[in-house]
């Protein structure tokens, strides 16, 4: 009987001890953010209604501004990760400080944006609402802004660390940031009896300190990848291109993803209250299942791209197979636990017997199908872009979210009358069809001939 050689991985870029030091810390700051998050909307429920729909309202665009600046700074990652993998140190170097300088730029020039726009956002974006909402929402709006060059500059550097494999950097300075986010939020809100304003001044100080942070440690000429020690900036177009050829297409499919689920939203609302308290609650515990992969997704970039800067697509073959299992393994732990803690979530929200019901329903099946099918949909095409394959990915993810995210959650829960849950069920068949379309991609292989340095 023939037995297969065993491979030699000894010269693998990256060990069992080197990866959970990678995903670990990944794990603790997602964790830190979903946990802050539910935080700060509690302690801004204290304030009242209009205050919460107000802050809520901005909150929604100042979501998808710093979804672009993530998309950018993941195609930053993508290129330095890549010169890493070629051992081209001086060239990673040179890529984070043209992805550091030109995305802050960007998130200045968008911040005046903002500004400028102030009026046509609160009276036009956000239509007819309550004099006591637009003045909660102006405050909020007013303050926040000042925030996006930070918020920018701190996900450069976060992006930066995780390519050198250390995202224990971000990690720390998350929770610094964190702490003084709640912090601040507590003694304004319950201390002072502020307003908006009480959420609005601790989110501009935290980012601003974390920006702070982050930019001293990326000035550190020891580190693998680090910036340069000066104000002048000088555009190397050449390279910006090749961030840019990885954060175009990831920022326009996070922000088409973002304006999906906005139209996903206002069909809900038509359902009735039930709908709407249902799918909040299913979207915020949700979280929670998706916690190992959002979190290890973030660790493929940097080992992918790593490989593919290398050459070495088998390695690439290893670390995808051997992170998609960890990502099932993960799920499988997060669901459990959220499964077995289900009746006491439920209670702490004094949902009605009907929307306690639904909210139920949705949350096991979610559950069930996250560990199956989440995997192929979201991780899996992290590998692509990593590879540089990123125009595939937005091709796909688009065309998926337009016709099973949004038309057929039309057809299920409004003309099949399915209701909020029929939404839901739409949602996962868009995640069948994305992990269909880039599993046949994997396997076919063109995604090998997209590296971009």
Request: proline share 2%.
């Amino acid at each position: 009987m023939r037995t297969r050689a065993k491979t030699d991985r000894s010269n693998y870029l990256f060990d069992n001890h080197a990866l959970a030091a990678l995903i670990i810390p990944l794990v603790i700051e997602q964790l830190l953010a979903i946990l802050v998050g539910m935080a700060d909307s509690i302690m801004i429920a204290n304030v009242g209604e209009a205050a919460v729909s107000g802050v809520s309202l901005v909150d929604q665009v100042m979501i998808l501004v710093i979804q672009i600046f993530s998309a950018l700074a993941t195609g930053g990652a993508v290129v330095a990760g890549q010169y890493l993998g070629q051992k081209n140190q001086k060239k990673a170097c040179e890529s984070a400080m043209q992805m550091v300088w030109f995305i802050t730029l960007c998130a200045g020039v968008i911040m005046i944006g903002v500004y400028i726009g102030k009026y046509w956002i609160l009276h036009g974006v956000f239509g007819q609402i309550d004099s006591e909402v637009r003045k909660h929402a102006n405050t909020y709006l007013l303050i926040v802004t000042a925030s996006i060059p930070f918020i920018a500059l701190y996900n450069c550097g976060a992006a930066v660390f995780r390519t050198m494999g250390n995202s224990e950097v971000s990690m720390r300075i998350s929770v610094i940031m964190n702490v003084i986010n709640v912090g601040g939020n507590a003694l304004l809100i319950y201390g002072f009896h502020r307003g908006a304003e009480g959420v609005a001044i601790p989110t501009l100080i935290s980012r601003a300190v974390a920006a702070v942070i982050i930019t001293v440690k990326l000035l550190n000429q020891e580190n693998a990848v680090h910036i340069e020690r000066t104000i002048r900036y000088r555009l190397d177009w050449a390279m910006v291109k090749k961030i840019l050829s990885i954060g175009i297409p990831n920022g326009m499919e996070n922000s088409m993803f973002q304006l999906g689920k906005i139209i996903v939203l206002s069909l809900i609302s038509t359902f009735g209250t039930y709908a709407i308290a249902a799918n909040a609650v299913g979207n915020a515990v949700t979280l929670f299942s998706c916690l190992p992969g959002m979190s290890i997704t973030l660790a493929v970039t940097t080992v992918i791209s790593r490989c593919v800067g290398a050459g070495d697509y088998e390695q690439v073959k290893y670390y995808n197979r051997k992170l998609l299992m960890i990502i099932h393994a993960g799920m499988m732990i997060s669901v459990g636990l959220v499964f077995l803690t289900l009746p006491w979530i439920i209670r702490a929200y004094h949902l009605s017997d009907v929307t306690a019901e639904v909210t139920k329903q949705i949350i096991y099946f979610h559950g069930i199908c996250t560990i199956f099918f989440w995997p192929a949909a979201f991780s899996l095409p992290t590998t692509f872009r990593a590879a540089g394959d990123a125009r595939a990915c937005m091709i796909i993810s688009i065309l998926s979210m337009w016709i099973f995210r949004i038309i057929l959650s039309y057809i299920l829960g409004r003309y099949m009358e399915l209701g909020v849950f029929g939404v839901w069920i739409a949602m996962i068949i868009d995640w069948l069809f994305r992990g269909l379309c880039f599993g046949i991609r994997y396997f076919g292989g063109k995604w090998k001939n997209a590296a971009i340095v």
